[in-house]
Structure formats: C-alpha cells, structure tokens
C-alpha cells in the first residue's frame, strides 16, 4: 500500500488535519494561537463533543438522529421553566438544580425512546422519524414559551457551563463512558454487528431491536447533556438553542471517519472531528468572513468527509475484504 492511501486509511488523519490546519492559518489569523482563544475553543468544543458522541452511538448501529438539535432545545426550555428564579416551578429550592439537570436528564432519553420505538416498531425510516420530531419538538420548545428566552437560572447551574476547567471534565466523562460502552461492553459489539448488517445479527441473536432503541436513548440523554452545558453557558434558556449547530454535529461526526452507513465508529474518531471543525469554525471567524462564506467552506469540507467515507467503504477497500 502506498504511503498516499495509508495516510487516507489512517484513523488519525484528521488529526493530522487538525495541526495543518493551525499551522497554516495561525499566521494569517489574529489571536488563532493566543491562550485566551485556545480557552474559548474548549469550552465551545465541549457541549458539541457530547452532543456527537451521542449522534455515533445512532450512526454505529445504522441510523441517524436530526432531532439532537431539537432535544437540546426543549430540554433547555423545561430546565428554564423548572429553575429560573422568577417563574420557575421550583424557584429557590435548593433541589431546583439538581432536579432541573435531572429532569432535562430524562426528558431527552424519552425523546430518544420515542425516535427508537417508532424506528424499531412502526417501521419507519430513522431520517423521515428524526426530521419530524425535529420539527414537533422545536415547535412544541417556541410554543411554550411564546418564542422567549426564559433568564434569571440559578448560578449553581451556571457554573456548570462557565469555566472550562468544569465544562471539560463533564464533556471527558460522557466521552469516557460512551468509549468504554462501545469498546469494552457487549452492547458495543451489539451496535456495530446492527450497524453492518441487522439481518445477520438478528440471526446470531442480538436484540437488533432494542440495541437501535438503546441508540436512540442514548442520543437523546447526550442531547440534554450537551443543552444543560449550552443552557448554563448562556445563562439563559432558550427555544432555539442549537439551532444552527445541526450541521457542526453531523459533519463532526462524519469528519471523524464514523461511517454514514453503520458498523463503523469511534469516540475517539468523533473527538477528533469535533477538534477539526471548531478549530475550524473559530479560524473563519477570526479571519471575520459572513456567517454565509463560513457554512459554505464548512459544507464543502463535511461534503469532502462523506465522499472520503465513500472511499474508504469501497473504491479503498482492500482486495478480499
């Protein structure tokens, strides 16, 4: 095999990627290297590796989640209701954060659940139940609060998204779980024997079933786990919160070499996409280009992402594999 391909088939290629990245742009781009930038970039990289993490777990196994966005939407909105300090169910309890965090918790891995029995048990296709509950949740998220941000959350929820070195460690242990949970677990072998073929898997004696509906639980938990850390970090609850980062979940994921068609996927593959795109959506603001420019050249790399993921699945395959 030529150094070319086996550089192309490298799991670290986009990490490669990354320091090219940054050694070409840092001395064109203001305050790329800077440490207050390099902060800046954690803590935007943080609540996006949970929410990705998630969205592999559903990728593995064949699927695909576009409601992830929608989820951190109203999970945010029913933590706002239950903790802000003005009109929150429980204001100034002392159990309102633990009791938000938790509900946000659960309201995610029910939405999950509900993708996962419609997509296991009515039959649907994953993409047709995912953009539908995309647009229920995020109408059902705007309705409820007549499309306003809901403030005044307690500090002790806050913090969860201020410094770094809180929302860091929050992002590594939903990481660390999910990759023991797909390296070290049966579930994990589950997931991807689903993921390439379901049929056969079904054969061996897998619950194909409920593995895709554990997916989708999953998603949804890591979901809510990411809203709390983009909720707390606003300091505000918002109906549309994560709007705009649809695009930054799927094509981290992809960046990262989890495959579109299933059986193929790892955290740390994931961690390295995410790495790649925030570095890169950080330089094209630094480089203060329009919100327009930015979505185009990240379009065009996450395009340049699943044709190299068609690549590796087929004309890249080695011969009598």
Same mark, same amino acid.
């Given at each position: ?9 490298? =799991? ?6 990354? +320091? ?5 742009? /840092? ?26 993490? +998630? ?7 064949? /699927? ?6 929608? $989820? ?6 029913? /933590? /706002?209701?239950?903790?802000?300090? =003005? ?8 159990? @309102? ?15 999950? @659940? ?15 139940? !995912?953009?539908?509950?995309?647009? %229920?949740?995020?109408?059902? @998220? ?14 002790? %929820? ?19 779980? &999910? ?26 004696? $897998? ?10 639980? $999953?998603?949804?938990?890591? @979901? ?10 606003? =300091? !505000? &609850? ?9 695009? *930054? ?31 890169? *959506? ?5 480089? *203060?280009?329009?919100? %327009? ?5 990240? +379009? ?8 190299? *993921? ?9 011969? +009598?594999?």
């Amino acid at each position: 095999m030529s150094p070319a391909l086996r550089l192309i088939r490298s =799991e670290y290629l986009v990490l490669l990627l990354s +320091g090219a990245l940054v050694v070409a742009l /840092g001395p064109f781009t203001p305050g790329l290297v800077s440490a207050g930038n390099l902060v800046n970039l954690l803590g935007n990289l943080a609540p996006l590796l949970i929410v990705a993490v +998630g969205l592999t777990v559903v990728l593995i196994a064949g /699927g695909i989640d576009l409601s992830v966005t929608s $989820v951190i939407a109203l999970t945010s909105v029913v /933590g /706002g209701m239950v903790m802000n300090g =003005e009109t929150g169910w429980l204001r100034g309890h002392p159990a @309102a954060v633990p009791v938000g965090t938790l509900l946000m918790l659960t309201l995610g891995g029910l939405m999950g @659940a509900g993708n996962g029995f419609a997509v296991t048990r009515l039959r649907m296709p994953p993409f047709m139940v !995912t953009l539908t509950s995309m647009m %229920f949740l995020s109408g059902l @998220a705007i309705w409820l609060t007549r499309s306003r941000n809901i403030p005044g959350l307690p500090p002790a %929820f806050t913090i969860l998204g201020g410094p770094v070195w809180i929302s860091l460690p929050i992002a590594a242990a939903f990481a660390g779980v &999910a990759h023991l949970m797909l390296s070290r677990s049966m579930f994990g072998r589950w997931l991807h024997a689903v993921g390439h073929n379901p049929r056969t898997a079904h054969v061996s004696g $897998v619950p194909v079933e409920g593995v895709v509906t554990m997916a989708y639980v $999953v998603s949804g938990i890591f @979901a809510a786990a990411a809203s709390v850390l983009y909720t707390a970090r606003l =300091e !505000t &609850a918002s109906p549309v919160l994560g709007q705009r980062i649809l695009l *930054d979940v799927i094509g981290a994921t992809v960046i990262g070499g989890t495959s579109l068609f299933g059986g193929k996927g790892k955290v740390l593959w994931t961690l390295f996409g995410v790495l790649f795109l925030t570095l890169l *959506d950080n330089a094209l603001n630094l480089l *203060d280009l329009s919100y %327009f420019t930015i979505m185009i050249v990240k +379009g065009l790399v996450i395009l340049m992402a699943a044709v190299l *993921d068609v690549g590796r699945s087929s004309w890249l395959r080695p011969r +009598g594999s």
